[in-house]
């Protein structure tokens, strides 16, 4: 007796197939599915290498973001002093 299995594709639709070409389709769409994240990791590397030091020797963006905090804090205090009498 031979033994089949059942492949499910994305529509839905029930396809029966023989045990050797089931791991065939099987085998395929593994592989298929490892190379993605590794293109994705390759893409995301590149753009990082490509924006290293892009802001080099700039206004530091750090310490711009910590005077608009500052001045967010200060223009709450001022609008909550009314709180403390």
Not at 50 to 56: C, M, P, Y
Request: cysteine-free.
């Amino acid at each position: 007796m031979t033994q089949t299995a059942r492949l499910i594709t994305p529509e839905g639709k029930s396809i029966e197939l023989p045990a050797d070409i089931y791991l065939q389709v099987k085998n395929l769409l593994d592989a298929r599915q490892q190379r993605k994240p590794a293109r994705s990791r390759a893409r995301m590397k590149a753009a990082i290498q490509a924006g290293f030091g892009l802001t080099a020797g700039g206004d530091s963006l750090t310490a711009a973001l910590l005077e608009e905090h500052a001045k967010e804090r200060a223009r709450d205090d001022t609008r909550l002093d009314w709180l403390k009498n």
